[in-house]
């Protein structure tokens, strides 16, 4: 029985596991679109402040345990681009080779995860703009976050709240902007309104109902635009 899995994060192999010790003898092939393998994503706002030390600490099993110990073809950078599901087949490219593939599958099951939300809003290409769902998101994001001060976060969620919580912690001013009356919307009112009060406590600045209409700068972000005002910013997280 060949098995293929489309994403090597938590869900797909969680059911890679599951065949392994139930099934006799199964192909397995994992694609990934990244280079990592089973690592926890909700970590990737402490490794920000720092108190996640190292990339390592994420991570549950890496690609080799999964290749040497249980036989599964854990491939990297494999982007799939279709699925046929008369043929049974998957294609997609190899973007470290930039060249294309096909896996056949009796069985397929995809777990690739959702992808962030990014608005249409002019300026989200700028430099300096971010999402945070991988782990090359979290890296580029330190990377840029050495030379920059004063940062907006786009977005009152799990996220948003919890990168404003470690860059609080880095000492830098933080602001954040959230399009509906309250912070952490899965949260009763009363609970969001003590976010809300802890956040300003740290220094974090908090804007409830603007909606951001256009990030601005000249190849970097410079500044943020709302339906009530401007603020600035050199460095950007949209979550």
């Not at 994403?7 to 139930?22: E, K, L, P």
């Not at 110990?69 to 681009?81: C, E, P, Q, R, S």
Request: hydrophobic content about 35%; aromatic content about 8%.
């Amino acid at each position: 029985m060949k098995y293929v899995i489309i994403g090597g994060d938590a869900a797909g192999m969680s059911a890679a596991m599951q065949i392994v010790r139930n099934s006799s003898l199964p192909h397995i092939t994992v694609l990934e679109q990244g280079n990592y393998y089973s690592y926890s994503q909700c970590g990737l706002p402490y490794l920000i402040s720092g108190d996640v030390v190292s990339v390592d600490e994420l991570i549950a099993r890496n690609r080799e345990t999964f290749v040497e110990k249980y036989g599964i073809n854990a491939t990297v950078f494999h982007h799939v681009t279709s699925i046929d599901p008369d043929k049974k087949q998957v294609t997609g490219i190899k973007l470290d080779e930039n060249r294309s593939f096909s896996v056949d599958y009796d069985k397929l099951l995809i777990a690739s995860g959702a992808s962030p939300i990014i608005p249409n809003w002019p300026g989200v290409d700028l430099g300096g703009v971010h999402v945070l769902k991988t782990i090359p998101d979290a890296e580029g994001f330190i990377q840029e976050l050495k030379d920059r001060e004063t940062i907006a976060i786009i977005g009152g969620g799990y996220i948003g709240l919890e990168v404003a919580e470690s860059l609080s912690k880095l000492g830098k001013k933080v602001r954040l902007i959230q399009r509906s009356d309250s912070l952490g919307a899965s949260f009763d009112q009363d609970m969001s309104q003590y976010i809300e009060e802890e956040a300003s406590k740290y220094g974090i600045q908090v804007h409830l109902n603007e909606s951001v209409s256009q990030i601005c700068g000249n190849e970097w972000v410079s500044e943020i635009k709302t339906d009530q005002r401007s603020y600035p910013a050199d460095l950007v997280l949209i979550a």
